[in-house]
């Protein structure tokens, strides 16, 4: 196992004094939308030139309007395990805090979660565990896996399961593989090793080489979609924008496909900064998300509840492609089973209300799962994102995901509202043969079809 991450190779790129027009002609390769190296992304990191920040924003906005459009996808956690046996100062699930009664879910519960769920209208959930192979088996996560593609309703169904559980060896991640996932998602927390070491005080996920190396193995098990993600706060988040990048090249190198997505959850320096001197501030935030978006264009960035619908604002602008909707962070906390959360949320909003809000600021609530049921997973993927064509299949899949959206779950107010959005975001389709069957495919879905995808 490798550590890939070399710390004196970022600190070196983090003391490097870039001159102006060293980092104007990084902003000017960025204008052209095709990513960064490390050095350079650390340019865009250390500028104090306020003319350079205005640019990085500007293009991180460009960038997410050309190649993501006005379209957000839709997702929610479902939280099925919250035992654990590691001990991450940071997370409400650690194995330190006994005073709280753990659940794992029945698979009638977890049937219930699925239920609450579809009713908002999801039909992509990330679905969550803490690590303990005694109480959360690998096996108990499968069960539940198949017991949520398997429940259909008559409005909808969860199309699409991301996985969000511990890290694995490869026969594992094969079975994980075979049940049908969409992404693994897996965060690093810090890539800075002592700031890990400090952190993370018992359990396996404490081996700071094992963890790093789980999407090497994930990937030799021909799992192809990984997300990565750090807890920004915990260590200066340029250094962890740069481990980022290096994370993301070995993949490419090993593998030949990088991250499918990027989560950037943070630790909110108004949150007060004991014991967290790193947190991050709202500028510093919005910062390295536009950074993200200028480094890595192809890679979807993700951002959940865990910011203020003010600061989702913003952040979609910049680049996020991603966001989740009307959370609980609890295990069974749609159905009320419980609300011991493992992190609190800021965005309260019902999803209902986000979807609504999303189509009032004129972007298109998406609820697509096409790709991986499609086969376009890992280098396919890239490869379509990296020449621009996935976004004609993102909006004509984004059209059809709210009609169907609008139709089983709409008043009507909300579906003249939708069907306006849908009339007027139809025309930016520029070929006029796969309009005219969008179109067609609408009214499909008007005379009764359901999950009509491309
Ligand atoms: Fe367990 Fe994950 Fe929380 Fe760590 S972050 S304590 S592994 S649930
Ligand atoms: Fe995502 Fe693919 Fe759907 Fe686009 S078409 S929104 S990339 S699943």
Request: net charge negative; hydrophobic share 35%; charged share 25%.
């Amino acid at each position: 196992m490798d550590n890939f991450i070399d710390e004196n190779y970022i600190n070196s790129l983090l003391n490097e004094k870039f001159s102006e027009t060293e980092t104007q002609a990084v902003l000017e390769k960025a204008a052209k939308f095709e990513g960064l190296t490390p050095k350079e992304v650390a340019a865009l990191l250390t500028t104090d030139n306020p003319a350079h920040l205005t640019q990085i924003f500007e293009i991180a906005a460009k960038i997410k309007q050309h190649i993501y459009g006005d379209r957000i996808v839709l997702f929610a956690p479902l939280y099925i395990s919250d035992y654990c046996v590691n001990n991450c100062l940071y997370c409400g699930f650690n194995c330190c805090k006994t005073e709280q009664t753990r659940h794992k879910l029945t698979q009638t519960q977890v049937k219930q979660e699925v239920e609450m769920l579809v009713k908002m209208g999801h039909k992509r959930i990330a679905l969550e565990a803490g690590e303990d192979s005694q109480n959360c088996p690998l096996d108990y996560v499968l069960d539940c896996i198949d017991t949520i593609y398997k429940m259909k309703f008559d409005n909808g169904e969860i199309r699409r399961v991301n996985v969000n559980i511990a890290a694995l060896d490869v026969a594992d991640f094969v079975k994980l593989k075979n049940a049908n996932i969409g992404t693994y998602l897996l965060f690093q927390e810090t890539y800075h090793k002592p700031t890990y070491e400090k952190f993370h005080k018992g359990g396996p996920k404490k081996d700071y080489i094992y963890h790093l190396n789980t999407f090497d193995r994930a990937m030799e098990a021909q799992i192809e979609d990984v997300g990565a993600g750090a807890l920004f706060g915990l260590f200066d988040y340029r250094f962890e924008v740069l481990a980022l990048m290096l994370h993301n090249e070995h993949l490419e190198s090993r593998f030949n496909v990088g991250f499918h997505t990027i989560s950037v959850p943070r630790i909110r320096a108004e949150e007060g900064t004991s014991p967290y001197p790193y947190a991050v501030t709202d500028d510093d935030f919005l910062r390295l998300t536009a950074i993200l978006r200028i480094a890595v264009p192809f890679t979807g960035l993700i951002v959940s509840t865990r910011e203020t619908a003010e600061m989702r604002k913003q952040l979609i602008n910049i680049g996020i492609s991603q966001i989740s909707a009307g959370s609980s962070t609890a295990v069974g906390g749609y159905s009320g089973i419980d609300n011991f959360e493992q992190f609190s949320t800021a965005d309260h909003r019902a999803a209902r209300d986000i979807i609504y809000w999303l189509m009032e600021e004129k972007t298109l609530p998406s609820f697509c799962t096409a790709c991986y049921r499609q086969g376009r997973s890992g280098d396919r993927f890239m490869e379509l994102a990296k020449t621009g064509e996935i976004k004609n299949v993102c909006l004509p899949n984004g059209l059809l995901t709210l009609k169907e959206y609008a139709i089983d779950y709409g008043d009507e107010k909300f579906n003249t509202l939708a069907d306006s959005l849908i009339a007027e975001k139809i025309n930016d389709i520029s070929n006029e043969t796969v309009r005219n069957s969008i179109a067609e495919k609408l009214k499909q879905l008007e005379n009764g079809k359901r999950d009509i995808f491309i």
